[in-house]
DNA sequence: TCGCTAGTGTGAACACTGTTCTCGTCGATG
DNA sequence: CATCGACGAGAACAGTGTTCACACTAGCGA
């Protein structure tokens, strides 16, 4: 590697600083399409036409080219040695052709954000969707597994969005909701067990039942758990025990913790084997969340 | 920021891609010291002389110099905007000259990765000494503590060690002694407490003991705990539940982890108590290695 | 059907980066 | 005292993100 090779943002900087996070409104506009241009053109059928538009259609799809581009490159030289340049010059255009598209650097970064988490929560809901829905530590341990097969096959990407924030002062909106899905997975699992134990509580948590300063946010990722199950299949929220949401926020931590230490280096010396350490995890997260074997 | 930024390395890899790691010995060399240059003159007393001479003290001062002003600029820009330039133009040196002293980029930034382990260490083993032996818990808890408030007071460098790894392909020699001294505090605590107790288990695994898998590396942890401390304190190999020191690597992980998701905004909308819920983590955590209140 | 306009692509340019090289200078060492 | 190696400066190179003025052309309203 003779030459220099660019440093992203010129001012990157992550979360911390002021710990209660009353943050500006994102630098970066939205994902995609920068100018909000040929959205939906007025012509053809009235307001908001079925049919895109020839100018709109092309530009979606360059777009998405440009996108494809940018993670194939992400995949060999990681986000660090990403080259706008060099996208453009795998797409046979001219450097200044993807400002069309991409304010700068930093969205087409946040591009790539969003689409990893996507392609994250597809693969764990994939994998999730596969198990027998009574199987309920089967289907615990498949979202585990899946993230970790991920994580590996994706290096990069899993980098990207679970490593040192990169771009910008804070993710957009767009990136929030496909983050939660995994997290939601594992909400959902430890619900239905709930349920099928006929609310039963979680079993023998050593600690004391849920320390007083954290009733509040137990309540509220027991809500946000709640809201994403179709109303048929909601339990009332009071009736869940209190200490269900909080074990699946830890396990939730945790296997990201793990997937991260052992992509990241942590484990290099430590613990070999990787997946039967994350399986013992993850069973003993489930136990912890209420999600049993038998269930 | 107008003009363009440069970007880090040009081929940045984190570890998988090949799970199994029999990897490259070290693209970037060593930490400081570039070329060995001046690294022991031979006049004065001999051998290893006792004075080191002049100009490789005034050479060791720069180094460090230099490295506070990256430092510096770290804590402002992030590792991705950490520019060489800069550094040298706050010191009132030519570009050129750092390159005396750090053979690149990524080896200024392996020196910062370096300082940053250390000064967790050092911050975590302070907070850990200033509890009574005797308070077991009050022990691990001073850890957790110490490390999510070294994490918030300096979140680029938390970034640069336990965010997506950035410079090369592997951590030198150098890295890996640091990074594991707060597990092998935590490491210590257990193994007080499985003392204290006079060889007592830990309570009430939920699950199985040991899963046959994690035997080995369940004894290699084990192993770097115990050979971490001093011999009179040390006990067998043999007696010690190896649920022990799989508790204290789990409890490691979920530690970083927790303060990974906060300090990366992953528990943005989800979890404000961040530091109650880290409490609550590690009282759960010290039960599964067997740290109790009462020691 | 024709003009106009807005979206598109280009190439040059700017400011900046990491890194290398050459060339004086100067200090410690034989 | 002579010499050699470390040192610092400055120019240079290749590459970067980003901007801008300019052609062009597809698709719209008239």
Chains 1, 2 share one sequence.
Do not use: K
Not at 102 to 131: M, S, W
Not at 252 to 281: I, K, N, P
């Amino acid at each position: 590697m003779a030459g220099g090779v660019a440093a992203g943002a010129g001012a990157a900087s992550c979360e911390a600083g002021r710990v209660t996070d009353a943050d500006a409104p994102a630098d970066v506009p939205a994902v995609a399409p920068a100018r909000a241009g040929a959205g939906a053109p007025p012509g053809r059928t009235g307001a908001t036409g079925v049919a895109e538009g020839v100018r709109a259609r092309a530009r979606r799809e360059l777009v998405g080219r440009i996108a494809d581009a940018a993670r194939d490159q992400l995949a060999e030289v990681g986000a660090a040695g990403l080259s706008v340049r060099a996208v453009t010059r795998s797409l046979g255009m001219a450097p200044s052709a993807v400002y069309r598209y991409f304010p700068n650097r930093d969205a087409l970064l946040t591009a790539l954000i969003t689409d990893a988490y996507v392609g994250l929560a597809d693969a764990a809901e994939a994998a999730e969707r596969a198990v027998p829905r009574a199987d309920l530590l089967g289907r615990w341990l498949a979202v585990h597994r899946a993230v970790r097969a991920w994580a590996l096959a994706h290096p990069h990407e899993y980098a990207l969005i679970y490593g040192s924030p990169v771009p910008g002062y804070r993710a957009p909106e767009d990136t929030t909701v496909p983050a939660a899905r995994v997290a939601l997975l594992l909400a959902g699992v430890a619900v239905d067990a709930w349920a099928a134990d006929g609310g039963a509580a979680v079993p023998d948590g050593p600690g004391a039942p849920v320390p007083a300063a954290l009733l509040a946010d137990a309540r509220t990722v027991l809500g946000l758990a709640l809201s994403s199950r179709p109303a048929d299949t909601r339990p009332p929220a009071e009736a869940v025990d209190l200490r269900v949401p909080l074990a699946v926020v830890d396990a939730w931590t945790e296997l990201f913790g793990c997937v991260s230490f052992e992509l990241f280096g942590h484990y290099r010396g430590v613990l070999a084997e990787r997946a039967a350490h994350l399986d013992d995890v993850a069973t003993r997260t489930a136990a912890a969340a209420g999600v049993r074997a038998r269930g």
